[in-house]
């Protein structure tokens, strides 16, 4: 069937209203309306071909949510009207070790919900900046906020499980000292998930503007990480350190931050390389600078769980498609509070 969706034709050209084709559901697929779609970063990075191999036309969005349309005939876990989520993954080879062990994430063979190859039409995945998607029922979640909160749960399909995973692989705890740098989309969640950890939460943040408000989302110290001597009086004290900062920066300043057998993981992805780290940096002190990549299905079902369970949602602002470009430039400023939601009501005109 044909939809209304918001993308782009080319790398250069700003997003704009598009008809695209969604299949009929097969045996094991599920069909939803979708009502909010999250805008991430990555949906930036990737519409512009930042990260390079962008396949056009782009329709964006993987922080889905809506409600099941139809299902097919072998679908058992779905009904029509149930709240679902759709994240970053719609496939997986469903064989590998990675899959084995429910982290589709790290499958070689993973189905990205847009710009990966697919059989449908165009010959790629099209996202959730659209009125309805189609997806097999594995890389369906339950949604059990409340109807009510649904714009503000769509963030957690990316923002809040590409947080929650590595602190829980990091396994952050009461009594840990945790640093989040970068408070945006994901540096917001990570804040709200390290708190509800029962963590010591430190932002680290180029906005004094941010301040107050970080420590309203759950921070119990902020600081501005361009400020010399604000960074001295944290030196080597941090267990955990997430950073999920956009773009290029010097990372040594935060590894000085981390005690003895520290971590500093990067979720942030920008476009160019950070300035090389200082090797003694690392080595003297037996710290880790590791990455991670979104979660897998089961561990993101676990996130959706959590968040129901501790009231967490992300903090949005709910915009028409049509506002898309407008959002893109005011996320490249640090200027949104803190995560855009598109209100999939107005892809209809
Ligand atoms: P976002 O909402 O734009 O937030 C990024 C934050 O980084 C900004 O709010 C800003 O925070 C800080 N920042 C930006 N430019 C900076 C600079 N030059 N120096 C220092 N700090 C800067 O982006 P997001 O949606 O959270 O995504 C963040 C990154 O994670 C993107 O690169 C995205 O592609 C990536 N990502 C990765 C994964 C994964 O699986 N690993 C998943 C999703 C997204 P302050 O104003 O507080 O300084
Ligand atoms: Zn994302």
Redesign the pocket.
């Known amino acids: 069937m044909t939809i209304k969706a918001y993308g782009a034709q080319a790398g250069d050209r700003p997003l704009e209203s598009l008809n695209i084709t969604r299949r009929a559901p097969g045996a094991r697929d599920v069909q939803i309306e979708i009502a909010y779609c999250g ?8 519409v512009r071909s930042e ?1 390079a191999g962008t396949l056009y036309p782009c329709v964006p969005g993987h922080e889905i949510v809506g409600r099941v349309s139809a299902v097919g005939a072998q679908v058992a876990g779905f009904k029509p009207g149930d709240l679902v989520g759709v994240g ?1 993954l719609v496939d997986s080879c469903q064989q590998c070790a990675e899959c084995d062990d429910g982290l589709e ?1 790290y499958c070689n063979h993973g189905v990205f919900t847009y710009n990966s190859p697919t059989r449908d039409a165009p010959g790629h995945t099209l996202g959730g900046y659209s009125q309805r998607i189609v997806v097999h029922e594995r890389f369906v979640l339950r949604i059990r906020h409340p109807e009510a909160q649904l714009a503000a749960v769509a963030p957690l399909l ?2 809040g ?2 947080t929650y ?1 590595p602190l829980r692989h990091w396994k952050v705890a009461p009594g840990h000292k945790i640093g989040v ?9 990570a804040i709200k998930l390290a708190h509800a950890m029962g963590a010591h939460v430190v ?5 004094d ?2 301040r107050a408000a ?1 420590k309203k989302l759950g921070a119990n110290e902020v600081v501005n ?2 400020n010399a001597d604000e960074m001295a009086a944290h030196a080597q004290s941090f267990h955990f350190i997430l950073n ?6 010097a990372l040594d300043p935060f590894f000085n931050l981390l005690k003895r057998d520290g971590t500093m993981t ?6 160019t390389p950070h300035p090389s780290p200082q090797v003694f940096n690392l080595i003297m002190k037996r710290r880790s600078l590791a ?5 897998g299905i089961p561990e993101t079902q676990e996130m959706l769980d959590f968040c129901a369970e501790h009231g967490i949602v992300a903090d949005i602002e709910l915009i028409r498609a049509d506002e898309i470009n407008e959002a893109y430039e005011r ?2 400023k ?1 200027d ?1 509070k ?2 855009f939601v598109i209100d999939s009501a107005s892809l209809a005109g």
């Open positions: 805008v991430c970063h990555s949906d930036l990075h990737q990260w970053c994430n990316c923002a499980i590409t995973s740098v970068g408070i945006g989309g994901l540096g917001h969640m932002a680290f943040t180029t906005s503007a941010k970080a990480s361009r999920t900062v956009a773009a290029p920066h990067l979720v942030g992805a920008p476009p990455g991670s990549l979104i979660g996320m490249l640090g949104v803190y995560r």
